[in-house]
């Protein structure tokens, strides 16, 4: 949610370019420290190895471990709190400054991981695991107050994109890492749970990430390439952020179409990670899975973009294009697991899992794969769908807030789901009604809302 509202305060400070002095920039290792493109590639570092770790961690399915119960309620009570957290971030952040905030918000993830390792020396730790995931809720809406903050701050106007793709290209590669390593480690286990030493690996890593904001420059010593100081902007307070909401609702009520969409973008990750690869495979086929998953991921989120920002069509035919490959990859996929989702329960499911070596692994494997592209373009559409509604920076960070409460709620619903031993089938169904609702709904809001060019009419105030 911050990132958009940091993007109004980096605006404004363009603005203002005439009434700003002009800075010499370093030289030496001085200077290439101090370089606002080493300190973006520092950021992206932070969340490769703790928010990218997080993500490896959790899509083994159960963090790695043989009864997901405990995995399910963690993720549950993370996204709860994450949810609330969010509103009130910026505030701490305007108190204690981005460089202190990305710091507090990265000792969460070292907690989580940690608590898994405990987990698995002591089976009956699952109380800290759940407390941990809780923690982390709080944490990571920190963490990415001050990574939008610091991201959009560094770079000039005409520099955001390609620093924004700078830092997801690093932070979407923790995630394959993470991934790595755990198959690495697991690729000789016979058991169905992940190592002590898999869990260490990745605690190392994830601390190394923790280490990593006490070695970025202070923002204000930063000069950006056109010579300007860097100066952070403020974020809103809670209270101005709840008050937005209502607004936007209020001059822009088809927000309101993309809600379920919103729901969607993390409910189904509970059926992916939990109820299909924690249930079906064993470690070695599970981190395997994870791996292909988030590497299909990148390739999703590029398939996509070259659709929706497509020079030889129209907007307007381009939001349509998008929704339309969402809509035949949704139902390609879903038809596929509902194949294999109907031969098991959790009371059937088999005690020998499956490994990579087994003839029927190849097809199960391409089914992640599918689902690692799905996912990627439903998160693309969403952000594509806000972007097009407005460009009023205000309204569009509101709109992100939207996107990340609704989605946290949903995640939250489908991980309690899940740790409440839910039937496999009923979830399943239940992902595959709301993301159906989340394509039906939207399909008015594109017709109605979206133009090959935002206009004041359009925004709805």
Not at 70 to 92: D, H
Not at 120 to 130: D, E, K, R, S, T
Not at 249 to 269: H, R
Not at 424 to 442: D, H, N, R
Request: proline share 3%; hydrophobic share 45%.
């Amino acid at each position: 949610m911050a990132s958009s509202f940091e993007e109004k305060g980096s605006d404004s400070n363009n603005q203002d370019n005439d009434s700003v002095s002009v800075y010499e920039r370093p030289k030496g290792l001085r200077g290439v420290y101090y370089h606002p493109l080493t300190q973006v590639i520092m950021l992206g570092f932070v969340c490769f190895l703790c928010p990218g770790m997080f993500n490896a961690l959790t899509g083994l399915g159960g963090g790695g471990q043989v009864d997901a119960t405990t995995s399910a309620n963690a993720n549950s009570a993370l996204y709860a709190t994450y949810a609330v957290s969010a509103f009130f971030s910026g505030t701490v952040c305007n108190k204690i400054g981005a460089k202190l905030t990305l710091l507090f918000g990265t000792l969460g993830y070292a907690l989580y991981v940690s608590s898994y390792l405990a987990i698995n020396i002591h089976p009956g730790a699952g109380w800290f695991v759940i407390t941990s995931g809780a923690l982390l809720g709080v944490t990571a809406g920190f963490l990415w107050t001050a990574e939008g903050s610091l991201m959009l701050s560094y770079c000039t106007e005409a520099q955001k994109g390609t620093y924004i793709s700078i830092f997801w290209g690093i932070f979407n590669l923790g995630a394959v890492v993470g991934s790595s390593v755990s198959l690495g480690q697991n690729f000789h286990s016979t058991t169905n749970s992940v190592g002590t030493g898999t869990y260490v690996g990745i605690l190392v890593l994830t601390l190394v990430g923790v280490t990593i904001p006490m070695m970025m420059a202070d923002p204000n010593k930063v000069i950006r390439t056109d010579g300007t100081r860097v100066v952070m902007p403020r974020h809103p307070s809670w209270k101005s952020e709840f008050h937005g909401l209502w607004v936007a609702i209020v001059t822009d009520p088809t927000i309101l179409l993309l809600f379920p969409l919103f729901c969607a973008s993390a409910y189904f990750y509970t059926w992916q990670f939990n109820d299909y690869n924690a249930a079906l495979f064993d470690i070695r086929a599970r981190s395997l899975n994870n791996l292909v998953h988030w590497l299909s991921q990148i390739v999703g989120s590029v398939m996509l973009g070259l659709v929706l920002d497509s020079k030889w069509v129209r907007r307007r035919g381009r939001a349509f294009a998008g929704w339309t490959v969402l809509l035949v990859i949704t139902f390609v996929v879903h038809i596929w697991a509902y194949y294999y989702q109907r031969t098991y329960t959790r009371a059937s499911v088999p005690s020998h899992k499956m490994d990579i070596y087994d003839p029927q692994y190849p097809a199960h494997i391409w089914l992640m794969i599918f689902y690692g592209l799905l996912d990627a373009m439903w998160h693309v559409m969403c952000f594509w769908l806000i972007g097009a509604m407005s460009n009023d920076t205000n309204k569009l960070a509101i709109y992100s807030g939207f996107f990340h409460s609704i989605q946290a709620a949903g995640s939250a619903i489908g991980w309690r789901l899940d740790g409440l031993k839910v039937p496999y089938m009923t979830i399943f169904i239940s992902t595959w009604c709301l993301i159906a609702a989340g394509l039906v709904f939207s399909f008015p809001m594109i017709y109605l809302r979206i133009r090959d060019t935002t206009v004041i009419e359009d925004e709805g105030s």
